[in-house]
């Protein structure tokens, strides 16, 4: 190997460290919050993100917010998901992704006469607090995922499949127990969820 092309190689990859380390950074970040539907890894978001606020205006159910600047000016005034409160209502026509001009919210293409579910969180039931499981009935959640077959009974207990699940939260909004017991976190989360 010439000088040259050693120079080259030694700059992409140092170069190539340094986007994984800034990547990985970005995506520790996000752990504190959620991305509205389609949005674009955690960096390129970030990066195509222009902070117009769009999105939040264009979300019919006021799940979408915008993060705060304490939280830095890196993150501050983009779109983040209220899905401890409420739940994302997978709108059909994906009003806050198609109002996303730089396209940080991003449709994938689609099949025809094929539903394609965005993944927003990771959702399971708390089964301390979750009233099917410690004996009496409730069901209050039942018929509340818009998912076909993302959350289904065994018997009397809710059960959550977490291969077809988006984590809308919509089952959390509707959960009559206090603390609710379907609990939520972001996709960048990697602590144990149980």
């Known amino acids: 190997m010439d000088r040259r092309n050693f120079f080259r190689k ?6 190539k460290k340094v986007v994984e380390h800034v990547d990985a950074k970005a995506n520790q970040r996000a752990s504190h919050w959620i991305r509205p539907p389609f949005a674009l890894d955690e960096l ?3 990066l195509a993100c222009t902070r117009c606020g769009e999105c939040e205006t264009a979300c019919p159910h006021d799940v979408i917010f915008l993060l705060s600047t304490r939280l830095g000016a890196q993150v501050a005034a983009t779109p983040a998901l209220d899905l401890l409160n409420k739940g994302c209502q997978l ?5 806050c992704v198609t109002v996303c001009e730089p396209k940080a919210l991003l449709l994938p293409e689609m099949e025809e006469d094929k539903a394609v579910w965005p993944t927003l969180a990771k959702v399971w039931i708390n089964e301390k607090t979750c009233l099917p499981f410690s004996g009496p009935e409730c069901g209050a959640c039942a018929g509340s995922c818009p998912v076909p077959g993302a ?3 065994d018997q009397t207990r809710p059960v959550i ?9 919509l089952c959390r909004e509707i959960c009559i ?6 609990e939520v ?3 960048h989360n990697t602590k144990d969820s149980i």
């Open 177 to 182: 127990v206090d603390p609710k017991a379907i």
């Open 161 to 169: 499949n977490e291969e077809l699940c988006t984590g809308c939260s």
């Open 10 to 15: 030694a700059l992409h990859d140092s170069s």
């Open 44 to 46: 390129e978001f970030l």
């Open 151 to 153: 959350l289904s009974w």
């Open 185 to 187: 976190k972001s996709l």
């Open 91 to 95: 709108c059909k026509d994906w009003p």
